[in-house]
């Protein structure tokens, strides 16, 4: 079964370093999304991705984040100064292929930022 | 703004036991997911939920969905060990292919 892949599966960044998580939808998909899960707590919307530009993004997702999709195949997500604070676990996600809008969204595995 | 409640937060049960997991929303909608988490693990997607009175099997697992209400519950039977982990409700409140608002989580554990 085609599946969404995430790398790295672990970084860890010093404080005001720029960070860029990797993300490989399932290849027919045409939507996109990164969410992040701090340790303990729910899943929470930071932004999602169609037609090569954001259509929804959360208060989470301020200036300091960006997402692009550089080719067919690659959609990241770049924090360009961390925080203590964005330390969590990122996943991204994925629908929206031949199955129809009634199709869940698929997630990867998730990459765990630790903010030093 | 949407808010997504599911009760209750923790839940320990014998094995062999049945028990409900409510995720109450409080805007229209018709469109309800419920996902499975293993700890350090990604979100398995368990059943999609579309319409008022939606009701979905897999094993030992049952979802349905009242939308008047705005209500979903997720009825565990004959509970067993394999199925020890945290269970979230999702609602998106549009179309489809919109952002998923999440619960606060389920974390089940079943007891031998």
């Known amino acids: 079964e085609p599946e969404v892949t995430q790398t790295p599966s672990h970084q860890v960044t010093q404080m005001g370093q720029e960070v860029i998580l990797r993300c490989v939808p399932i290849s027919n998909h045409l939507y996109f999304y990164w969410y992040r899960q701090i340790l303990g707590q729910k899943v929470e919307f930071l932004v999602s991705f169609y037609n090569n530009e954001i259509s929804e993004k959360s208060e989470i997702f301020d200036d300091q984040f960006s997402v692009e999709r550089p080719d067919g195949s690659n959609f990241t997500l770049k924090i360009r100064s961390t925080k203590l604070e964005d330390s969590a676990m990122y996943f991204c996600a994925s629908s929206g292929g031949t199955g129809g809008v009634d199709q869940p969204q698929h997630f990867g595995d998730g990459t765990r930022l630790s903010i030093l | 703004e949407l808010k997504v409640e599911q009760n209750p937060l923790f839940l320990s049960m014998q094995e062999g036991k049945n028990y409900t997991i409510y995720c109450n929303y409080s805007t229209t909608s018709d469109r309800l997911y419920w996902y499975r988490q293993d700890p350090g693990k990604s979100l398995e997607s368990l059943f999609v939920l579309l319409s008022n009175g939606a009701v979905k099997q ?14 979903s519950t997720l009825h565990i039977t004959a509970a067993v060990h394999d199925l020890s982990a945290t269970y979230f409700c999702a609602v998106d409140p549009l179309r489809g292919n919109e952002k998923l608002t999440f619960g606060t989580g389920t974390r089940l554990t079943i007891i031998p």
């Open chain 2, 58 to 71: 897999e094993g030992r697992l049952m979802a349905s969905l009242d939308t008047k209400a705005r209500l």
